[in-house]
């Protein structure tokens, strides 16, 4: 009997050194008899939200992700943050030149505002037919161009060679609209028979337009048979030249480059009074206006 007794307790002594303590939750503690002399202790304490907050001792410190190593030979000849600057209505190219791009390796071209996938390799994958890309064995470049270009299409987009991890470029394209601009406008008062110069100048272009039309009303005069009407070209601006102007030359002239926003002017040919003669006499009507306006607020004033 003494012989069984013993050797229970030498059981009980070696479950107490080889048996590991096991942390858990409170609510499910488990039942040990106290025989097996394993004594529990709750890591986790719970607040009134319900909540729990781990042991300090168990955290491990914050989880840092390693960085992983670049897997490519290739490498960009075409600067990063590039800025380029067109106008409305014209192409635009966006270079990107990439060196020893592995055969497994492709460069493509996505728009950061919706992060549109534009281009894969030589091929286009956007429905937009405006975009297109061009690629040069020689110079190993992949340039985007977009055509006619609009202010919709502003903003940064991405050349990115498909390595591990991904790396790229980026260029900004911003797309201004080019304006014209009629010296003396938007009113001229000529008199018969003399000579009229409209001048347009054009601004915030990017390049020389191809053209520039002058309309009087809805007829373009640019090549118009009469001789009395010349258009000269010349660098940044264009010039309509009108010589013994007639009633029949009154009306609005709008000058219209290529590429850009029009600007208008109405001439107005007047015979025996002078432009001069035609202000005195609106500033008069003017001051006449006003002075019969004082008279009546004086007058009901008094009448209060």
């Not at 055509?147 to 900004?172: K, M, N, W």
């Not at 009507?285 to 009546?296: D, G, K, M, N, T």
Request: hydrophobic share 40%; aromatic share 8%.
């Amino acid at each position: 009997m003494k012989t069984k007794v013993l050797l229970t307790v030498l059981v009980d002594v070696l479950l107490v050194f080889l048996t590991p303590k096991v942390s858990v939750c409170a609510e499910n503690a488990p039942d040990w008899p106290k025989s097996l002399g394993v004594r529990w202790t709750p890591t986790h304490k719970f607040n009134s939200a319900g909540t729990w907050t781990p042991d300090p001792n168990l955290l491990l410190g914050e989880y840092e992700e390693e960085v992983p190593t670049r897997e490519t030979k290739a490498y960009f000849m075409t600067e990063n943050n590039t800025v380029i600057t067109v106008q409305v209505g014209t192409t635009a190219a966006l270079r990107c030149q990439v060196y020893d791009v592995a055969e497994h390796e492709t460069v493509s071209w996505i728009r950061h505002r919706d992060h549109h996938l534009i281009t894969v390799g030589a091929n286009t994958y956007s429905n937009d037919e405006r975009f297109q890309v061009t690629y040069s064995e020689k110079m190993q470049d992949w340039t985007l161009h977009v055509r006619y270009a609009q202010p919709r299409d502003a903003g940064v987009y991405e050349c990115q060679l498909s390595a591990h991890p991904p790396i790229g470029v980026f260029t900004t394209l911003n797309v201004i609209e080019a304006i014209a601009e009629i010296e003396g406008g938007p009113e001229r008062y000529v008199q018969t028979g003399s000579s009229v110069h409209l001048r347009c100048t054009l601004k915030h272009f990017t390049e020389p337009p191809t053209y520039v039309f002058w309309y009087h009303a809805e007829h373009m005069v640019n090549y118009d048979s009469n001789a009395r009407i010349t258009v000269v070209p010349r660098a940044g601006e264009s010039e309509l030249q009108i010589s013994r102007v007639t009633k029949a030359d009154s009306g609005n002239y709008t000058c219209q480059p290529a590429n850009a926003r029009p600007a208008s002017i109405s001439l107005h040919v007047i015979t025996g009074e002078t432009p001069a003669a035609m202000q005195r006499a609106s500033a008069t009507e003017v001051q006449y206006r006003f002075s019969l306006a004082l008279i009546s607020t004086m007058v009901a004033l008094i009448a209060l």
